[in-house]
Structure formats: C-alpha cells, structure tokens
C-alpha cells in the first residue's frame, strides 16, 4: 500500500504515471492470461483441498487428463451449439427487431407480444418445448432424415436468442437521434431504405457489446442441453464419472468443466466490457 | 373442475391439475416452491451483492481482488455446472446425519444446495449492478457528505446506498426476473419446483403440450408479477430531480 502511494503523496504527477502504466500493464496481462491463470489457480486449490481430504493422491490429476479428450469432444458440441444458435438468433433477432418499430401495426404488434414471450420464458422451458414438440425426423423431397437431439436443442436455444437480440436490436435503432431518421426521409428515402442505408449501420457499434453478453449467456446455457440428453460437455463429465465411480473425483472434475467455460468466456466478457468502455456516450 | 373434465372429455385438451386434486396439490407445492426459492434467493442475492460491493469501495487490495475473482467466476461460468457443482462436488463432502430409520440423511439437501448456488449466482450480477449504480454517483455528493462531517461508513450506508440503489432498480429487477427464470435449474437436482412437477404431471398423464403451454403462462405470469412490483418500487422510491428525465 505504502510502496504505491508514496511518490503520489510527494509529486503527482509521478502517481499519475504509475497509475497509468499500472493501468497499461493491466491491460496487457488481462483478458486471457488473467483468466487462465485464475481457472489453474481454482482447480489447483480444489484438488488441493480433495488431496488433503482424502490424502494424498496423484491419481486424481491422471484420472483428468484421461478424460479430457472425452471432455474435450462434448464441449466442441457446446460451441457449436452455441455458435448454431447465435447466428439464426442474430438473423432473426434483427428482423424481429426491425419488426418492433415498423411504422405498420400488423407487423409491429405481434413482434412486440412475441419478443416479450420468449424473452421472458425461462430458457429450460423452451428448450424443452422444442426437445418434444419439434419432429424427430422430416421429410425433405422424399429423402428422411433423422433430426439430431443436439440440433433440436440448438433450435430451442436460438428462440431466447431471437427475442433478446430483437430487444437489442429495438434498443440500438431507438437510440438513434431522431434527427438521422428525418434527415433520412427528406432525402426521399423511404422507410425500409432509412432503416438498411441510415439507421441499423449505425447500430453496429451500439450493439456489438450488448450482443457478445448475449453470447456469452448463450453458452452459458448450452449445458442445459444435458438434461434433455445432448451429448455435450456436462452429459459427457457425467458419463465419466460414473464409470469411475469414484467419489473423490466429483469436485476435481465439476471445477475442470467449470474452469474450461470460464477459459472460453471470460476474455470475450473482457473484450466487450472494453468495447462498451471505448463506444461509451458521454 | 366439472369444466375442465368437459374440456378434457370433449376437448380433448387435458388439464388435470384443475379437477384431479392429487395433480392440483402436486402443481400448487411446486408453484410454491419456486416462490419460495426465488424470494430466498432474491433476499439473498442482493444482500450478498450489497456486501461485495461495501468490500470493493475499501481501500484494501486483497477483498478487491476476491470479490472481483468470485464475480468473474459466477458471471463465466455455466450456472448448471454450477448447481452440480455444489450439489454433487461440495455436496459429497458435507457430513452427513442419521434419520428416525437410520438412513444417511445429507446435512444440506437439494434445496439448500440450490438456494446457495442460486443465490451465489445471481449475487455475482448483483455487484456488478451495485458498482455500477454507485459509479454513477456523482462525486460532489459524497463531498458533501465528507463536508457535513459524515464518516467514511456513514456516507457508504446514508448517502450512497440509497442514491445507488435507485439508480440500480432497473437493472436489479431485469436481473431478479432472470434470477427467477433461473430457479427452472433446480430441476436438474431434483427439486420439486414448478418444472419438476409439471414434469411429472405430463410423464402420467401425457398431455405434454397443454401442461407445457400451462407452465408457459405461469411463468410469464411470474415474470409479470415481479416487473410490475419492482417498477411500482421504482416509482415510490424516485427522488424529484434526480436520475433521467422520462
């Protein structure tokens, strides 16, 4: 405390270079490495904490790494269950949420009623409407084919997807000084073309942050797909466990899982706190 | 009752839980739970996100550090992994007591577990929302304060938390109705929540779709109830000439 306080207290300019360069040398060490080093630091404590409960034992990091292409395999599914369900969600949430503001009633009521359904519904809720209400197979030009459990649930995960992308979206075009949507049509645009040429360019930068939370949500959610019985990540840490039935194992590994998704989240939460830092309105 | 019997005769849509009283009594303790689970947890949460924040505005490195390693952990990672986690990892090492029969009873049950991981969880969202509010703060308030010979804790609980509070409803409700769309994970652990019931109402009586649709409405209805009461809290609480013009 006193190391870093001390040149403040006599010149302050000097402090207001540390603190710059403290802030520049943050800034360099954040984003991936914090949160790598953080994830090591969380499972090395928690087998620590299993080694001094149970005795010593090396077996249980031999055990992990026996299983971490196992896990591997499953929590690639969760990404592409994740990016699945935020590209149709962006596609459809920027329709919907052009749909809000349309100047036309018929559009713009059941977008609203539909946005609030599924933004408010819990995630858990629609995925199970789509696990049993979705085909189990269709028929495309007289061909069969087989609907996968894990392409269903990334359906029902892109429903929420659309909804709040669809409110992002509202938010953003809204934002807009009403000065660019008047300026747009006395320039004789009208309003489809002052929304493609005008407004939604100009949400872009607005939207990206609120959009990579909404990622990160979204894979945050993927793991719900166990329990309708994907073969993801979690359903693939539980296979494991249970053939090794051995009770030690179970906080080592839930903390491995845990540290994987902070592995892939965390730096993108840093990227967009970043982005909303730069794009700020002050 | 007689009408939903109709409904189901006729209509062929079948809502036991409206005349069968086994399926109605199941139906009510799992809306009940999930009430329960979410007022708990909502309590909870926003206490423990008022803590960490009090922790990040002292001047002391170390409870900083913590506060920001445990909302970054709760915020980046999956809150089902999360659930099973405490459930099954810090679960297996609770001790556990003997019951009347003599049976292994867990000290803390699934909806213990539940409450904490729910809690600990939206609590993570909590502070963010809470530092947020209390950046907002303008400092020539808490000056002032300092001038009227207001102590450092005085001004933290009788000037910023009230100010920061108001300025964080908004957020605090959109993440207490996400909170609430949260309780459905307690599924996972076999809580016997409004999912879980219903759940096992349609695996007896397979009417999937109209039980599906029913618990739809009931949690839209939730999610109503709680954005209706805390924006009526936002209006009771809102200071004249302070905060956004609306």
């Not at chain 1, 894979?219 to 009770?247: F, H, W, Y």
């Not at chain 2, 009752?1 to 079948?14: P, S």
């Not at chain 2, 709680?226 to 200071?239: D, F, G, Q, S, Y």
Request: hydrophobic share 55%; aromatic share 12%.
């Amino acid at each position: 405390m006193t190391r870093d306080r001390g040149p403040s207290k006599f010149s302050p300019e000097v402090g207001i270079d540390l603190a710059g360069a403290r802030k520049r040398v943050g800034t360099a060490l954040n984003a991936g490495l914090a949160g790598v080093l953080l994830s090591i630091l969380v499972v090395c404590v928690l087998v620590l904490a299993v080694a001094i409960l149970h005795g010593t034992d090396a077996t249980v990091l031999a055990k992990l790494a026996k299983w971490t292409p196992f896990l591997a395999q499953g929590f690639l599914l969760n990404v592409v269950m994740s990016l699945i369900a935020i590209s149709a969600g962006t596609l459809g949430g920027i329709f919907l949420g052009m749909g809000q503001i349309a100047p036309f009633g018929w559009i713009s009521w059941p977008s609203k009623v539909l946005t609030q359904i599924f933004r408010n519904a819990p995630w858990l809720v629609l995925l199970f409407y789509c696990i049993f209400l979705l085909p189990y197979q269709v028929r495309i030009a007289g061909q069969t084919f087989v609907v996968a459990n894990w392409l269903r649930a990334s359906i029902g995960l892109t429903i929420p997807v659309i909804a709040n992308f669809s409110e992002i979206v509202r938010g953003a075009m809204q934002s807009i000084p009403s000065g660019q949507w008047e300026a747009a049509r006395s320039l004789g645009y009208t309003w489809r073309q002052s929304v493609h040429q005008v407004i939604l360019p100009q949400c872009i930068k607005r939207m990206l942050p609120p959009w990579m939370n909404l990622y990160a949500v979204l894979l945050m959610a993927t793991p719900l797909a166990s329990i309708v019985g994907t073969q993801e990540a979690l359903t693939n840490l539980r296979t494991a466990l249970q053939a090794e039935a051995d009770g030690r194992l179970l906080l080592p590994f839930y903390a491995y899982l845990l540290s994987w998704f902070f592995i892939y989240s965390y730096p993108i939460a840093r990227f967009s706190m970043r982005l909303e830092k730069r794009f700020a309105i002050h | 009752m007689k009408f939903f019997r109709a409904l189901h005769e006729r209509g062929g849509i079948n809502l036991t839980i409206f005349y069968d009283p086994f399926d109605m009594s199941r139906f009510i303790h799992g809306l009940y739970l999930t009430v329960v689970l979410f007022l708990i947890c909502a309590v909870a949460s926003v206490l423990l996100g008022l803590f960490a924040v009090a922790f990040l505005t002292l001047p002391y490195r170390v409870p900083r550090a913590i506060v920001r390693g445990y909302v970054a952990f709760f915020r980046n990672t999956p809150p089902l992994v999360q659930i099973y986690f405490f459930y099954f990892g810090l679960g297996a090492l609770v001790p556990t007591s003997r019951n009347a029969y003599g049976l292994p009873v867990a000290m803390v049950n699934n909806f213990d577990w539940a409450l904490i991981a729910l809690s600990l969880y939206a609590g993570a969202f909590n502070v963010e929302i809470f530092r947020a509010g209390i950046e907002a703060i303008h400092h020539s308030i808490v000056e002032a304060a300092t001038a009227l010979g207001y102590s450092k804790a005085a001004t933290f609980l009788h000037v910023m938390v009230p100010l920061a509070w108001r300025i964080s409803l908004p957020a605090l409700s959109n993440n207490l109705i996400e909170l609430l769309k949260t309780t459905t994970l307690a599924y996972a652990i076999g809580v016997p929540e409004l999912l879980y019931v219903s759940n096992q109402i349609w695996s007896d009586n397979i009417n999937t779709f109209a039980m599906m649709n029913v618990l739809m409405v009931v949690y839209l209805l939730l999610v109503g109830v709680v954005a209706i009461a805390m924006h009526r809290w936002e209006r009771v609480l809102k200071l004249p000439g302070f905060g956004a013009a609306r």
